[in-house]
């Protein structure tokens, strides 16, 4: 029950990159933050909806998942540069490894994360796929 | 009177060709191509399903229309793959394309019309006034059996229609449907795959509610084939699909645009909603368009179209039916079954 009111609270986030954006210094954090780690009291932070573009900063290969990811390995896990500034961790599906390299351009798609067993929630979400 | 106001689709880009399938079953590729009229279909990822591809539909409908989503107020989503037995897919919708909370929602199920007939419970919500704009998904991740016929055509893909009263990129001149009690494909509750009458699915089914449909739809418009631009029609393989046009007096003209079995296989709920967004992304203003869905059970929902001026600009705003028939990489049947939850795994939680 736990992990359906976590995974709920997340819906924003989760799927439709809900963060936040200082009006003071005009940073953006993903995901939201309750006080602007740079400006701290004097910051005043709100809602923003990012567009889901990007470039891939980084990324590994997972071949050893644990068993809820087993039925997608390999596959890969990016470090995304998104267009607004903040950086996110997520899988970039429909290609392969050899088809990633740091630098390409990356958009949001959406897709199922896991499921809690055959009877259990099913939880959805981000990932991104290579822009064409 | 209520019309189109974006449309927008999503095909997963995995497929399987016939040939693959038929090495495990030692069938004659070249015989089902042949009589099935199907080449290759989708193929849902494994963290695809009838959510997601509705979610990516419905998305790229309202880019086109370039509407406020608060401002739908209503969502039905057609399937016969809905990932919950209870739990709405259309709540999950209507989140992610950031439509809640002042809207109702519900799921539809009717074999492969589920979406169209959301369609039309969103037109009479719109030309009642009840709503300013109605979102109407079909989308499947459709089962077939291993080794039944099905298995070479079961694919994964759906269309969302946004319908509304103004700026609507075509005109929904008028809709009428054509509805029997007719068991000829099923599945019973908890079942994995659906179980389908062979023969029984043809004359006695399809044909004679998508003739039907298609004639009182002449009768209701005054219309006949040769008065359409373009026509579509339900699409479980390719041979039934050409057999009712030719029937109906359609020229190979007018339905080639939307036939999509062949590449993609039958994507059920999202078949004709997906036939329809194909001719969408070419017609010209002016043109009209039938198009009529069958869904097993059995029924069928015609539909005549006008196409407007906005088409041209509002059709750039989305990706095309052809972009993503063309975005495809193929996977073996092995990778297939893996995807498509046909492996029983020692405590593994996918499904």
Not at chain 1, 19 to 34: D, Q
Not at chain 2, 61 to 86: F, L, M, N, Q, W
Not at chain 2, 139 to 156: H, I
Not at chain 2, 327 to 338: M, N, T
């Amino acid at each position: 029950m736990k992990d359906i009111v976590r995974g709920w609270r997340h819906i924003p986030q989760r799927y439709n990159l809900i963060g936040s954006k200082c009006s003071n210094c005009g940073e953006v954090n993903f995901p939201k933050r309750v006080i602007c780690p740079e400006c701290r009291r004097k910051g005043k932070l709100e809602d923003i909806k990012l567009s889901g573009k990007g470039k891939i900063h980084t990324y590994s290969v997972i071949h050893t998942p644990s068993d809820d990811f087993k039925i997608l390995s390999p596959y890969i896990v990016a470090i995304i540069e998104l267009e607004e500034g903040a950086k996110i961790t997520s899988q970039i599906v429909d290609c392969g490894e050899d088809d990633v390299e740091i630098g390409d351009e990356v958009e949001m798609v959406f897709r199922k994360i896991k499921a809690e067993g055959e009877e259990g929630v099913i939880s959805y979400g981000y990932k991104f796929k290579l822009s064409k | 009177m209520a019309g189109i106001v974006g449309y927008g689709i999503y095909i997963p880009s995995y497929r399987i060709k016939v040939e693959e399938i038929a090495k495990i079953w030692g069938d004659n590729p070249a015989a089902i191509s042949r009589g099935l009229v199907v080449q290759e279909k989708s193929v849902p990822g494994p963290d695809e399903d009838t959510a997601t591809i509705s979610v990516e539909a419905s998305r790229n409908a309202i880019s086109r229309a370039g509407i406020d989503p608060k401002k739908i107020g209503a969502i039905y989503v057609g399937s016969e793959s809905h990932p919950y037995a209870v739990k709405p897919t259309a709540t999950i919708v209507a989140d992610a394309v950031d439509a809640t909370p002042n809207l109702t929602a519900a799921d539809l199920e009717f074999a492969c019309k589920a979406g169209t007939a959301g369609m039309q419970i969103c037109m009479g919500l719109v030309d009642s006034g009840q709503v300013e704009y109605g979102l109407a998904v079909g989308a499947d991740t459709a089962q077939g059996a291993p080794s039944d016929a099905l298995e070479y055509t079961a694919s994964a893909g759906g269309a969302a229609y946004l319908i509304g009263k103004e700026d609507t990129i075509a005109d929904i001149e008028g809709t009428c449907s054509y509805t029997t009690d007719t068991p000829d494909f099923y599945r019973r509750e908890g079942k994995p795959y659906p179980k389908h009458g062979g023969r029984f699915t043809g004359e006695p089914a399809y044909f004679k509610h998508v003739l039907s449909g298609a004639k009182s739809l002449f009768e209701k418009m005054g219309t006949e084939a040769s008065d359409y631009d373009h026509a579509i029609f339900h699409q479980p393989n390719g041979k039934f699909y050409i057999r009712a046009a030719r029937k109906l007096g359609f020229t190979e003209e007018q339905y080639k645009t939307g036939l999509l079995t062949p590449v993609i296989g039958n994507t059920y709920s999202g078949a004709t909603p997906l036939g329809l967004a194909a001719v969408l992304d070419i017609a010209q203003p002016g043109d009209r368009i039938m198009a009529v869905s069958y869904g097993s059970g059995a029924g069928s929902d015609a539909f005549s179209i006008t196409v407007n001026d906005s088409i041209e600009e509002k059709r750039e705003l989305a990706p095309k039916v052809q972009d993503m028939v063309a975005d495809k990489h193929y996977v073996d049947y092995a990778v297939y079954a893996k995807f498509k939850g046909k492996l029983r795994m020692a405590g593994l939680t996918e499904d």
